[in-house]
């Protein structure tokens, strides 16, 4: 397995956690009193049930004597906490490495001193049949969350916004954003990328999914110009990302389990991370690969199995 992780560390350079409210078929929700989340001065009552739990999760950690959350205690509580408010939202972790889900979650490394950079995308699709309430504010609560606790700079945050005081999040403004954090990104760097807003499905037409179907984002403008496409982002922000650079990715939006593309998954249920798969792995390998690697990831998560 070691020469087909190097293979897709050759493909996707950058070190990517992407943190989702749900699986592929779930939907996330839209929560109209975020006090249930006890947030430290939160933006606005409304807000995404995702965006809440991981804040509540992180805010609770921060607070502690010694903060050493790992990633498995991470998804757990924010399970618990959305189980605590009536969701049954399971979230999960999907990444561009093989990680140990017990050591402890990072969003900027230790010892980092480069730059830290945001794109945080809130749209409540004012006006338009669907219209959310809390998304703005999950983007508001997230920027507060990243400068208060993580040392990042508002000069160095994108906040796209349908609200006629930020840059619309139009598809043009999003891709666009996605591929310019990647021009300015540089080994050393921390990058974090929030999504609150509609999340979809439409039928895979390149029979790279195997459940026919790509997960999608929904820009405000998704009437005219169309939904924001896996494949696109994984063009567009993943793979372009240089080496060395750090990208968490919190994703709060309905069918968001694999919106990047990612070829390892953890959810909140498992024990440890594996290759997922149900990814086509053609997306970082050729062809001829594929299958072998699919044999050795059901192998290993049949031993895994076993052993627990």
């Avoid at 820009?219 to 496409?229: H, L």
Wanted: with cysteine; glycine share 6%.
């Amino acid at each position: 397995m070691t020469d087909y992780a190097e293979r897709i560390e050759h493909a996707i350079p950058a070190e990517f956690h992407m943190i989702s409210g749900s699986h592929d078929m779930q939907t996330s929700a839209d929560v109209f009193n975020t006090s249930q989340f006890e947030l430290p001065n939160p933006a606005g009552k409304a807000g995404g049930a995702c965006t809440s739990a991981l804040l509540q999760v992180l805010y609770k950690d921060n607070h502690a004597a010694s903060s050493q959350m790992s990633w498995v205690e991470c998804l757990r509580k924010m399970r618990s906490e959305l189980n605590r408010m009536g969701y049954d939202q399971i979230p999960q972790l999907t990444s561009s490495r093989l990680i140990d889900v017990n050591k402890p979650m990072t969003i900027v490394p230790p010892g980092s001193t480069g730059h830290r950079r945001a794109i945080l995308i809130g749209i409540n699709y004012i006006g338009q049949k669907g219209q959310l309430s809390g998304c703005h504010n999950d983007a508001m609560n997230i920027k507060k969350y990243l400068i208060n606790v993580h040392g990042f700079k508002e000069s160095e945050m994108l906040i796209l916004m349908d609200d006629n005081k930020h840059h619309p999040p139009t598809r043009r403004n999003i891709e666009d954003a996605f591929q310019r954090i990647t021009q300015y990104s540089q080994a050393g760097d921390v990058v974090f990328v929030h999504y609150s807003g509609h999340g979809s499905r439409i039928p895979d037409l390149d029979g790279d999914e195997s459940d026919g179907y790509d997960e999608t984002l929904v820009p405000v403008d998704f009437k005219s110009a169309g939904q924001i496409v896996d494949d696109e982002i994984l063009k567009l922000l993943v793979k372009p990302m240089k080496a060395g650079v750090t990208c968490t990715v919190l994703m709060d939006c309905c069918h968001s389990g694999t919106v990047l593309d990612l070829p390892y998954r953890f959810s909140a249920d498992d024990s440890q991370m594996r290759l997922d798969p149900r990814m086509n792995l053609e997306k970082y390998l050729g062809k001829f690969d594929v299958q072998t690697v699919l044999c050795l990831a059901l192998l290993a998560c049949c031993l895994a199995d076993l052993l627990n």
